[in-house]
């Protein structure tokens, strides 16, 4: 594992959790275009808009997940965000 700075990355939906991970930075749509979050972020309570979020893990893979729209909030280094799935989303 890295030794960066991380953070925790919680998402969830409506019928489950479908992220929990240590991460490096998200990138999500939020009202104003895409928001990034790396370490050390301030707090933030915002929108999650229609599109792709998009993280980067402390094992260095880069994962996509396609959302309709939530709620994000951001408070240390923890990362929690209530989700809309997109409808051909076919994760389980």
């Not at 707090?43 to 994000?72: A, M, Q, S």
């Amino acid at each position: 594992m890295s030794n960066e700075a991380r953070m925790h990355l919680r998402v969830v939906s409506p019928e489950r959790v479908l992220v929990e991970a240590e991460v490096l930075e998200v990138q999500f749509p939020g009202p104003d275009g895409y928001l990034g979050i790396w370490p050390g972020h301030r707090p933030l309570n915002t929108f999650l808009t229609r599109g792709e979020l998009i993280y980067r893990t402390v094992l260095g893979r880069v994962e996509t997940l396609g959302v309709r729209g939530g709620v994000v909030q951001v408070a240390g280094d923890k990362i929690i965000m209530f989700v809309e799935m997109e409808e051909d989303d076919d994760r389980t």
